[in-house]
């Protein structure tokens, strides 16, 4: 089994950055992705990185702002957020894809879940 546990969250201020990081209890050779969820809303897409770092998707809501990536000798994945918005403010999830499918979005396809840390930023 794997076991997902982020880390790295906290309370910024607009414009700020946070570095979050996700280890993995076992290895994994899957696509690696983060989401995302504020109160009230469904859980979203943000971040996702082939086994191999070769796919990078990023929704357009943080393109150009986050920057996913990841160490596999270390069962690391981090998310690098520069230019932080109140709109960013949300637990963020990592997840492990489905082995054998193709890097996206989906998030059903996404079957290995950590617990969340939470990011806040104030305006």
């Known amino acids: 089994q794997v076991q997902l546990v982020e880390s790295g969250g906290g309370l910024v201020q607009t414009g700020g950055s946070l570095r979050l990081s996700c280890a993995a209890s076992?290895?994994?050779?899957?696509?690696m992705g983060w989401f995302r969820q504020a109160p009230g809303k469904e859980r979203e897409f943000v971040a996702g990185i082939s086994w191999d770092s070769n796919r990078r998707l990023y929704a357009d809501s943080v393109k150009g702002r986050f920057t996913i990536s990841r160490d596999n000798a270390k069962n690391m994945v981090y998310l690098q957020m520069n230019s932080l918005k109140p709109e960013d403010t949300a637990v963020y999830y990592c997840?492990?894809?489905?082995?054998?499918?193709?890097?996206?979005?989906?998030?059903?396809?996404?079957?290995?879940w950590g617990q969340g840390t939470q990011v806040t930023v104030s305006s």
């Open positions: 076992g290895r994994t050779f899957a696509t």
């Open positions: 997840a492990t894809q489905q082995g054998g499918l193709p890097t996206s979005t989906v998030k059903s396809q996404y079957h290995y």
